[in-house]
């Protein structure tokens, strides 16, 4: 789940991640029964400290909502900045968890830390939907949600009677990154290459072109 820690040449650490085939099992017949779920990511950023609690430094969390638009067979992906379309679920597993990343403040140098990752999947209650509906009539050009039939085309008591069948609840992935030093990551950092010097004949005028050569 994790890729790698590293840090920015201005000393920000940072994380790198991914969740690998989130929807399989009972989650995947949710999906495509249309039952609209939540996808959280919480990552933590904690302080090793011997002899005593460790102490977490920073929290970044981001949320989605996935669900499956069955009027209009596309699946949908909604964040708090944007709704997205897509015509199958492998593409919007691919834009809602390949290649995320996160960044954190600057660190102690010489200090001791770890990074814990958590996705976590779960369905919307029915006040979660109307919620999520309200917010979609308002954000979407007209036509795209249905009035009668609600987000997707279900009602509250369907997704009630879907989560009863497919027996959908919360979904936890967790993983841990190794220990680093803020640091032992900025000596691993390549060097910057070194300023090419210009040669005579670089900066001398081209004989037939009358343009000068670039000043020292």
Known sequence: MIENVGLTSQGFPYVSYRL?????GKVLEGIRSGLPSTLTYTVELWRRRSGWWDRLEETRESQARVLRDLLNE???LVTGEEVRRFRNLEALTEAACAHRREYFHSLGARRTYYIVVTANLAPLSVEDLRELESWLQGSLRSGEVSPRGGVA???????GMLLAWTGFG???????????VPEQLLRDLPAAPLARQSTRSENATA?????TGARP
């Open 20 to 24: 690998d085939r989130p929807f399989e």
């Open 74 to 76: 596309e699946y949908v």
């Open 153 to 159: 085309g279900l009602s509250g008591t369907l997704v």
């Open 170 to 180: 919360d979904d936890d992935v967790r993983a841990r990154s190794t220990t680093f």
């Open 207 to 211: 004989p037939d072109s009358g343009a």
